[in-house]
């Protein structure tokens, strides 16, 4: 009778952990507006992206330029991200000649297709 009380209490204390990491994961999600250009570009760096980039280095500063970037795509080509570091790339904030050419080379519209 011991051993069967001593699983049951062991299940609890499972079910306890599982459920007190879950209110953050659903408090997280219950604000989440999906990234897309738009959200992105409307979005308060500090509150909304940073918390993103917890474990990055400089997030605050990060999560502002993403949300600079996603401003430049939207005023400067219309929402759409350029292929090309020629084609507009290093005119987003944020990005630098040598990741204007590693997004060169991933970012084409055919590869999505």
């Given at each position: ?33 999906g990234l897309t250009i738009h959200s992105l570009s ?72």
């Amino acid at each position: 009778s011991s051993s069967s009380s001593s699983s049951s209490s062991s299940s609890t204390t499972s079910s306890t952990t599982t459920t007190s990491s879950s209110p953050t994961h659903t408090t997280h999600n219950s604000n989440y507006r999906g990234l897309t250009i738009h959200s992105l570009s409307t979005s308060n760096p500090i509150t909304e992206i940073a918390p993103l980039l917890s474990s990055v280095l400089f997030g605050n500063a990060k999560a502002d330029q993403i949300v600079r970037a996603a401003r430049d795509v939207l005023s400067k080509f219309g929402g759409k991200v350029p292929e090309s570091a020629e084609g507009g790339l290093k005119e987003i904030t944020g990005i630098g000649p040598k990741l204007a050419e590693i997004l060169s080379a991933v970012n084409r519209r055919e590869s999505y297709l």
